[in-house]
């Protein structure tokens, strides 16, 4: 059962394939010019989802978690895939040297970040965010939250999609 209060979506994933699912459903509704901010704790599925999110699009290449280079681009689907994680960053300077802003001036693909917390300064407040919790060990509780006008509308368009409400 998914809640849905103002820009707002609380729902369930029961298993790793849901939360691949649900990415997948997710990137299906994707623009040019998206930005999604993936925080939770470490095994939470933030890659996981993000790998769904590169199914949705179209990706062809196997996407794994950027974590020792930051960031790895993906060309492959309807439109190009920057992923992010910022896991290992050594501070503020440490993400200057990677030209984040760089990618998030892009306006021909979308950019998941894995981490957001880490640097939040360096992002706009427009952006879906998602949160992904530990419930047990297949179950995990996701929020998304729209801020922006766009961002507001995905989320309304993924409740549609992913759970058939309108």
């Given at each position: 059962?998914?809640?849905?209060?103002?820009?707002?979506?609380?729902f369930f994933s029961?298993?790793?394939?849901q939360?691949?699912?649900?990415?997948?459903?997710?990137?299906?509704?994707?623009?040019?010019?998206?930005?999604?901010?993936?925080s939770?704790?470490?095994?939470?599925?933030?890659?996981?989802?993000?790998?769904?999110?590169a199914?949705?699009?179209?990706?062809?290449?196997?996407?794994?978690?950027?974590t020792?280079?930051?960031?790895?681009?993906?060309?492959?689907?309807?439109i190009?895939?920057y992923?992010?994680?910022?896991?290992?960053?050594?501070?503020?300077?440490?993400l200057?040297t990677v030209?984040?802003e760089?990618?998030?001036?892009?306006?021909?693909g979308?950019?998941?970040?894995?981490?957001?917390?880490?640097?939040?300064?360096w992002?706009?407040?427009a952006?879906?965010?998602?949160?992904?919790?530990?419930?047990?060990?297949q179950?995990?509780?996701v929020?998304?939250?729209?801020?922006?006008?766009?961002?507001?509308?995905?989320?309304?368009?993924?409740?549609?999609?992913?759970?058939?409400a309108?």
């Amino acid at each position: 059962m998914a809640t849905f209060r103002g820009n707002t979506l609380d729902f369930f994933s029961h298993s790793p394939e849901q939360t691949r699912r649900l990415g997948a459903r997710l990137g299906q509704l994707l623009q040019p010019g998206d930005l999604i901010l993936i925080s939770g704790p470490l095994g939470a599925g933030k890659t996981l989802f993000v790998q769904g999110i590169a199914e949705g699009l179209g990706v062809r290449e196997h996407v794994r978690s950027p974590t020792f280079t930051l960031v790895n681009e993906y060309h492959s689907g309807r439109i190009p895939l920057y992923h992010v994680d910022l896991y290992r960053l050594n501070g503020h300077a440490d993400l200057a040297t990677v030209g984040v802003e760089e990618y998030l001036e892009r306006a021909d693909g979308v950019v998941v970040v894995e981490w957001p917390e880490r640097a939040p300064a360096w992002f706009p407040l427009a952006a879906l965010h998602v949160r992904l919790e530990h419930v047990d060990d297949q179950k995990r509780r996701v929020v998304m939250e729209g801020k922006g006008e766009r961002f507001v509308a995905l989320v309304r368009a993924f409740k549609r999609s992913a759970f058939g409400a309108a």
